[in-house]
């Protein structure tokens, strides 16, 4: 019979041992080492009955099938757009997968997107060469006008989303600014001037705090000291759906 | 004649005190501050990112290049020429292949690790600094690796093997050898060893059992620096 090391939800580094015993299987971020399961990543160490894995605090971003992100166009080509993914591959849009508008023979590609626009696109596919192939078609996925583009660790994404959408929700409702967070760590949001401020504080602050217990009620007293408005929780959820953030769901799993 | 104490009161296997911490430069994806003695080192982490010029990708594995740079005004000497040497070209090189073995880059081909390793102060052991730093650095910025790599210099001042030479032993008017080594704690594995001055096979033997006892030492406090960046701004 295995037996656990380090406990559940510890900082661990690579080296550090988790757990001993064939018993255990290693997960994401960690490796079998003789009986042994070593952690290779930095991060939290979590136990899923017999699985060992580790939730990383800390990295770029590994672009993944089924992910939506914000990308910025870097070039355009005959058959479509190169968009750069804030990691360190770019990614593929063909024309194809673009829109839903009819594109014909020749047309000029940078009528739909030029390059430097934003957009809001879903990865289809990434090979095991890291090549991505992105789609624009589908609820939500869009080219990104006006707005301002903040970057954020993607590991924290699933914290500034919440759950279900709730933090993102509470945000949103009390700035009045209309967010999207992508996958990969590049959120655009657009409000007024003074509630776009706001909505970085928050951002940063959910960033910077998210460790620490807690953080759904600091980051109320926070919108509310700074908006003067209340806020309400719940039914929050079905309003964020109107419009971006359809990709709550990856908040911890890998 | 011989060397019977060391110049600044040290055991003979004793470290200079050391000091370290994770996550000191912001825009970097991983950093890191290592001290020991009078030697600073900082390393920043950059990427996986896009590596060109493109003949250098390696479709199979990313791949590692480290920048070692003494700046102008580190040694208590001459002024260092800012830039490139051949001597800086070198501590590139062994350091990249002292911390490639625990480096796990399959999952980033195509794809580079840039570790930029700056000395502000040197006093000897700036390549077993900067490996320490660039180690801490690298499980920072969430690269997978192995296990953390810790390197110290071992060496002999006349007739005393010792660890962890200052420049007032190095360059100490008597034969001395200086050796950096880099294990790797969980294998034992030696990822870097180079030797300047004669030693015979039973000193090196010597020299390398003590350094691998202080490297574990070493080991803690890296260990403990990436942990405190995490768990130690709580509450």
Redesign the interface.
Known sequence: MGEIIEKDKN?V????ELASGMDFLPSF?T?R?GDKI?A????LVSFEGKVVKII?????Y?PKRGDTIIGRVEDVSYSGWRISTN????ALLSVKDATMQFIPKGADLTRFFDIGDYLVAKIMNVT???LIDLTCKGPGLRKLHGGRILEVNT?KVPRIIGKQGSMVGMIKQATGCRITIGQNGVVWLDGEPKSEIIAVEAIRKIEDES??PGLTERIKQFLEEKTGKKIEMQAMTQESHDHEQYDHEPAMEQ | MTYSKRNDGRKFDELRPIEAKAGVIKRANGSAYFRIGKTTAYAAVYGPRDLYPKFKQNPKAGIIRVNYSMMPFSGSGERVRPGGSRRSKEISMVTEKALLPVLNLEEFPNSVVDVFIELPQTDAGTRCAGICAAAIALADAGIPMKDLVAAVSVGKVDDKIVIDLDYSEESYDAEVADIPVAFVQRTGMLTLLQMDGPVTREELKKGLEMGREALKKIYAIQKKALKEKYTGEEK
């Open positions: 900082v580094v690579p080296g550090d971020g490796y080492d070593v290779s990543r930095l991060g990383p605090l800390s990295g770029r590994v990691c360190a591959y770019p095991s060469q890291k590991n460790h620490i």
